[in-house]
């Protein structure tokens, strides 16, 4: 008898010993699955931040309440990520991104109906819930099925989606606006992330390398300290907080720099900057397959240094040379994303979901606090102060990374 029929079925599928290798069936669906995947999330969870003055407009909020349509998905996926992650180690990978995309596209196609602000927060408080099951498991699910060898290529494409979702999730309701209102233009982006949400849900193949886990409180705390106590795991946490915040701080207060002299752009114009985007979608596959070539330690610590000379380039203040200077940080950023996201599920050989959940949290908290933090470095001294900000956390990210490679 082989391997694989000596193993258990779980999923409806038959659990097989070897993991997918690059140019297989399984592979390729694989990475469509979770290419879509990627597309469906972050096409749901920024959706709204195109419509931001139209919220303001239509139920009479100042702007900071308006923004709360963003900031209420992305903090509580944040906070549901780990949570999310307990959860598939009890039911399954696939059975919590399948649930996951689901209820999160049902009810982005209701929420356009809100009759008031507070319905719409929180229907997009609950979106962000049901978003979180989608980045707490995926990458865990790819480590688990996807040889180690290829790991990277596979996770270069789920992070390829990720960029793509976001740009869209930032255009379409914005190309929307122009000719409806922001319900529609809200409800046009849901059904884009419903259709994505679809692709996923019927090419993701079952998990055949996944095995069920006890869920207690006790042993969800007990993984989680065993994933701290572990330096390599702690650094590439770290290393999402500091590059995560440092993306984030660059681009919250890029567009003020370009609203403003000698740049002078149009409101309109300075919205398409975030076309730079479809630089990551690029690097983060090829920084993925150039890791399983050249190494991790390598490929991470080149993309940081791309992030800060990047950086640097854009206190030229030639509006060309700033746009190639963002392509570079934007560029670097994903790649660095996709190669640490990727080392995770490698070194976590057990209960890797809550170790790529503790990897997010701390992305999305570095989105937070950084950015919070980079509008004081803002406002004390303007976008060198900000370059000044962000460039101290690329420089604490190379310290750590370069600690990697022993």
């Given at each position: 008898m082989?391997r694989?029929t000596?193993?258990?079925?779980?999923d409806?599928?038959?659990?097989?010993a070897?993991?997918?290798?690059?140019?297989?069936?399984?592979y390729?669906a694989?990475?469509?699955?979770?290419f879509?995947?990627g597309?469906?999330t972050?096409?749901?969870?920024?959706s709204a931040q195109?419509?931001l003055?139209?919220?303001?407009?239509d139920?009479?909020?100042?702007p900071?309440?308006?923004a709360?349509a963003v900031?209420v998905?992305?903090?509580?996926?944040?906070?549901?990520?780990?949570?999310?992650?307990?959860?598939s180690?009890?039911?399954?990978?696939?059975?919590?991104?399948?649930?996951?995309?689901t209820?999160s596209?049902v009810?982005?196609?209701?929420a356009?109906?809100?009759?008031?602000m507070?319905v719409l927060?929180?229907?997009?408080?609950?979106?962000?819930i049901?978003?979180?099951?989608?980045p707490?498991?995926?990458?865990?699910?790819?480590?688990?099925?996807v040889h180690g060898?290829?790991?990277g290529s596979a996770?270069?494409?789920?992070?390829?989606?990720?960029?793509?979702?976001?740009?869209l999730?930032r255009?379409?309701?914005?190309?929307v606006?122009d000719?409806?209102?922001?319900r529609?233009a809200?409800?046009?982006?849901?059904?884009?992330a419903?259709?994505l949400?679809?692709v996923m849900t019927?090419?993701?193949?079952?998990?055949?390398r996944?095995?069920?886990q006890?869920v207690h409180?006790?042993?969800?705390?007990?993984?989680?300290?065993?994933?701290?106590?572990?330096p390599?795991?702690?650094?590439l946490?770290?290393l999402?907080f500091l590059?995560?915040?440092?993306?984030?701080?660059?681009?919250n207060f890029?567009?003020?720099?370009l609203?403003?002299?000698p740049?002078?752009?149009?409101?309109?114009?300075?919205?398409?900057?975030?076309?730079?985007?479809?630089?990551?979608?690029?690097?983060?596959?090829a920084?993925g397959?150039?890791a399983?070539r050249?190494?991790?330690p390598?490929?991470?610590?080149?993309?940081i240094?791309v992030m800060?000379?990047?950086?640097?380039v854009?206190?030229?203040p030639?509006?060309p040379?700033?746009?190639?200077?963002?392509l570079?940080?934007?560029?670097?950023?994903?790649?660095?994303?996709?190669?640490?996201?990727?080392w995770?599920?490698?070194?976590?050989?057990?209960h890797?979901a809550?170790?790529?959940s503790m990897?997010?949290?701390?992305?999305?908290?570095?989105?937070?606090?950084?950015?919070?933090c980079a509008?004081?470095?803002?406002a004390?001294g303007?976008?060198?102060?900000?370059?000044v900000?962000v460039?101290?956390l690329?420089v604490?990210?190379?310290?750590?990374?370069a600690t990697?490679?022993?």
């Amino acid at each position: 008898m082989s391997r694989a029929t000596r193993e258990t079925q779980l999923d409806g599928a038959t659990r097989v010993a070897d993991p997918v290798e690059r140019g297989s069936r399984r592979y390729r669906a694989i990475t469509v699955a979770l290419f879509a995947a990627g597309l469906t999330t972050f096409v749901s969870m920024y959706s709204a931040q195109a419509l931001l003055p139209a919220l303001t407009d239509d139920f009479a909020v100042p702007p900071g309440v308006a923004a709360l349509a963003v900031s209420v998905t992305t903090g509580l996926v944040a906070l549901a990520i780990v949570p999310a992650s307990v959860l598939s180690e009890r039911f399954g990978r696939t059975r919590v991104m399948v649930v996951s995309a689901t209820v999160s596209s049902v009810v982005g196609v209701l929420a356009p109906l809100s009759p008031n602000m507070a319905v719409l927060l929180t229907a997009r408080a609950l979106q962000g819930i049901a978003l979180a099951g989608i980045p707490a498991v995926a990458m865990a699910y790819l480590a688990e099925e996807v040889h180690g060898r290829d790991l990277g290529s596979a996770m270069g494409r789920y992070i390829a989606g990720t960029t793509i979702g976001g740009l869209l999730g930032r255009l379409v309701p914005a190309a929307v606006l122009d000719v409806a209102s922001w319900r529609w233009a809200m409800e046009v982006a849901a059904l884009t992330a419903l259709a994505l949400a679809v692709v996923m849900t019927r090419t993701l193949p079952a998990s055949h390398r996944f095995r069920p886990q006890r869920v207690h409180p006790r042993i969800v705390v007990a993984n989680i300290a065993a994933h701290v106590r572990e330096p390599a795991l702690c650094t590439l946490f770290a290393l999402g907080f500091l590059l995560m915040g440092g993306f984030v701080s660059a681009y919250n207060f890029l567009g003020f720099r370009l609203l403003a002299a000698p740049f002078s752009l149009p409101a309109a114009a300075v919205g398409l900057v975030f076309l730079l985007y479809l630089a990551g979608t690029w690097t983060s596959t090829a920084a993925g397959s150039a890791a399983d070539r050249f190494g991790r330690p390598r490929v991470l610590l080149g993309a940081i240094v791309v992030m800060a000379v990047g950086l640097m380039v854009t206190l030229i203040p030639v509006l060309p040379v700033v746009l190639v200077g963002m392509l570079l940080f934007t560029g670097g950023f994903f790649a660095a994303h996709a190669v640490a996201s990727g080392w995770v599920g490698l070194l976590a050989t057990e209960h890797r979901a809550e170790a790529s959940s503790m990897y997010l949290f701390a992305y999305y908290l570095g989105s937070s606090i950084a950015g919070a933090c980079a509008g004081l470095a803002y406002a004390a001294g303007g976008w060198p102060a900000t370059v000044v900000f962000v460039g101290a956390l690329l420089v604490a990210a190379a310290a750590s990374a370069a600690t990697l490679r022993r």
